[in-house]
């Protein structure tokens, strides 16, 4: 029998796959679980994918990694795609399908499975990050292949095959969750014009019901990449779970979007990112007195296109690594502390500093008597960068346009 290892949640969708491919396709199925995370599920899916009939089943502890090479990058490049959107998924997906390729090496498979479906953007992530780290693996994407269309299909399937699946009405939605975010998309959230359900959200409060006390918080970083919450050093995984207590106590990082999927359509998504909105807004407080302008905005031009890469699943690509080498390039000195306030869904930066990379200098640009910087010198600056302009005006003001008539 073939072998394929399947990136097994133990939820409605990969439990049913996983019967399908033993039933429908004659698959020994291997489970793999990728615990980047995502909460309680991982220690029950193990044990879970036994009794469903996989021949073997893994969970690997996946947060770290997932943190300090996917995570830290996409922050060290303030990352954000479509405004809004902080990637939470989108990072996860290659260090998931790094896990898969890993695993169907160590069990003998020449295939892996995935439950994204055909309309969305996973199916892209999990299957170029798998061809990009082994070309000649086999993938095996049932929502590509059977004839079940939607949920009561699958709710239906898994009732005949005795498999127990947590299908609720209380939660007519999709959810997806790792360290850096949750996401909510389906079922009632498909009509963009009604608001989340009441009691959606779980990694943040409600910003009405947040305290009504301000927090401050002190975030350092060290060459762009965060490395302590106020004073303590902090393994990755752990600093951004702190940040997730201590931002979403205050109901930040909430974001409702409509978004352009890579295939195609329009979807709207709801997220929760508390930790990686606190992190972002205070690495660009550091940013702005330690990184030159012109390689700052050098940057901000770029970094649409390296978050477009991301979201479309490139990881993997020679395009977003070399666009990863400039954004990491000129963040060797961003190194330092900004001091943000927390209050009722925002973060807002309140100080900032760094000892020993700042190009702030107060005495160059202080409004008091004497100071390093000599005012008339604009003088010059004004009339040079003024002279195309004065050029310009002066040539529809003498005489007549000689351009005509020259044939």
Not at 330 to 337: F, H, N, R, S
């Amino acid at each position: 029998m073939s072998r394929v290892v399947l990136a097994y949640s133990g939820g409605l969708d990969t439990s049913v796959i996983l019967k399908w491919l033993i039933e429908e396709r004659g698959y020994e199925v291997v489970c793999y679980t990728a615990d980047v995370g995502q909460g309680e599920e991982v220690d029950e899916a193990v044990a879970k994918a036994y009794d469903t009939g996989a021949v073997e089943a893994v969970a690997e502890d996946l947060r770290e990694e997932f943190v300090e090479d996917y995570v830290w990058p996409a922050i060290r490049a303030n990352a954000v795609y479509e405004n809004y959107y902080l990637l939470g998924t989108s990072l996860a997906r290659p260090v998931i399908a790094k896990g898969l390729v890993r695993a169907a090496e160590a069990f003998g498979a020449d295939a892996i499975s995935h439950g994204a479906t055909g309309k969305g953007n996973d199916q892209v992530r999990f299957e170029l990050s798998a061809y990009a780290l082994k070309p000649d693996i086999e993938v095996v994407a049932p929502w590509r292949e059977w004839t079940m269309r939607g949920r009561a299909d699958l709710v239906a399937y898994a009732d005949k095959h005795g498999i127990p699946v947590p299908v609720t009405a209380e939660k007519p939605y999709s959810t997806d969750a790792n360290l850096l975010h949750i996401s909510y998309e389906g079922g009632v959230l498909e009509d963009p014009w009604t608001a989340p359900p009441g009691g959606i959200f779980h990694m943040t409060v409600d910003p009405e019901d947040a305290p009504d006390e301000a927090q401050e918080v002190t975030i350092a970083f060290e060459r762009g990449s965060p490395a302590a919450v106020d004073g303590v050093a902090m393994t990755p995984a752990d600093l951004l779970a702190c940040c997730n207590r201590i931002a979403g106590a205050h109901g930040v990082g909430r974001v409702d979007m409509v978004e352009n999927r890579y295939v195609g359509m329009k979807n709207r998504g709801v997220y929760e990112t508390p930790g990686g909105t606190l992190l972002h807004h205070a690495h660009r407080a550091v940013e702005s007195l330690t990184l030159d302008r012109e390689a700052a905005h050098l940057r901000d031009q770029l970094m649409p296109r390296y978050a477009e890469m991301v979201y479309n699943g490139f990881w993997f690509s020679p395009e977003r690594e070399a666009l990863q080498n400039f954004m990491d390039d000129i963040q060797k000195d961003v190194t330092g502390e900004a001091r943000m306030r927390l209050y009722k869904g925002s973060a807002m930066v309140v100080g900032r500093r760094s000892r020993t990379h700042s190009l702030y200098d107060q005495d160059t640009v202080t409004f008091e008597a004497g100071g390093a910087y000599d005012q008339a010198d604009a003088t010059g600056f004004i009339r040079l960068n003024s002279l195309r302009l004065r050029m310009r005006a002066n040539r529809g003001s003498e005489g007549p346009d000689r351009s005509e008539g020259a044939g």
